[in-house]
Antibody, heavy 114, light 112 residues
Framework: QVQLVQSGAEVKEPGASIKISCKAS????????MNWVRQAPGQGLEWMGG????????LYAQKLQGRVTITRDTSTSTLYMELSSLRSEDTAVYYC???????WGQGTQVTVSS | DIVMTQSPLSLPVTLGQPASISCRSGQSLVYSDGDSYLTWFQQKPGQSPRRLIYKVSNRDSGVPDRFSGSGSGTDFTLKISRVEAEDVGVYYC?????????FGQGTKLEIK
């Protein structure tokens, strides 16, 4: 069965960077696009960016351009999302989601606080 | 970016009664393959979103048949034929015709 297992919760200070992982299993990782979506406390869903199956093409939400990097390691079937220059507004649950968002990870809570 | 607008944002429903959520896109969601890429999710508190409906009207595996999706072009609807207690949560529409994917604001369904 398809599973997306994300890394654990993190607390970071403003200005720091974070890198979250999402390990895929139960399907052929290299056949599918992947996405990152986040959700601030009490808010809706926000698409952050995506990556193509080979990892050669990415697209990021305009508001995050320059701060977010999405990569994938096909040897370990793992997706990554790195977000730099963290600010309080980045406090959210971060999700990975496959392709047309048919499967989601369990979410990673990121708290940005001094 | 394609703007997605949902209504209502709050939906109190009596158990056993029908419910309907509307979603409008800022432009057509028809892709070059002829399909419209409109997806519906359900999110319960503390859980990841769960996909219910894809390409307007296709139910995902395990989704009860009381959930149905319809629409075309820029206007879409999610219907629940008879609301059950387990249906409480927030429902989102999303266009996945093109990146960036964009979501509606969410509709909170509660039991009256």
């Amino acid at each position: 069965q398809v599973q997306l297992v994300q890394s654990g919760a993190e607390v970071k200070e403003p200005g720091a960077s974070i890198k979250i992982s999402c390990k895929a299993s139960g399907y052929t990782f290299t056949n599918y696009y992947m996405n990152w979506v986040r959700q601030a406390p009490g808010q809706g869903l926000e698409w952050m960016g995506g990556i193509n199956p080979s990892g050669t093409t990415t697209l990021y939400a305009q508001k995050l351009q320059g701060r977010v990097t999405i990569t994938r390691d096909t040897s370990t079937s793992t997706l990554y999302m790195e977000l730099s220059s963290l600010r309080s507004e980045d406090t959210a649950v971060y999700y990975c989601a496959r392709d047309h968002c048919d499967y989601w990870g369990q979410g990673t809570q990121v708290t940005v606080s001094s | 970016d394609i703007v997605m607008t949902q209504s209502p944002l709050s939906l109190p429903v009596t158990l056993g009664q029908p419910a309907s959520i509307s979603c409008r896109s800022g432009q057509s969601l028809v892709y070059s393959d002829g399909d419209s890429y409109l997806t519906w999710f359900q999110q319960k508190p503390g859980q990841s979103p769960r996909r219910l409906i894809y390409k307007v009207s296709n139910r995902d595996s395990g989704v009860p048949d009381r959930f149905s999706g319809s629409g075309s072009g820029t206007d879409f609807t999610l219907k629940i034929s008879r609301v059950e207690a387990e249906d409480v949560g927030v429902y989102y529409c999303m266009q996945d015709r093109q990146w960036p994917y964009t979501f509606g604001q969410g509709t909170k369904l509660e039991i009256k």
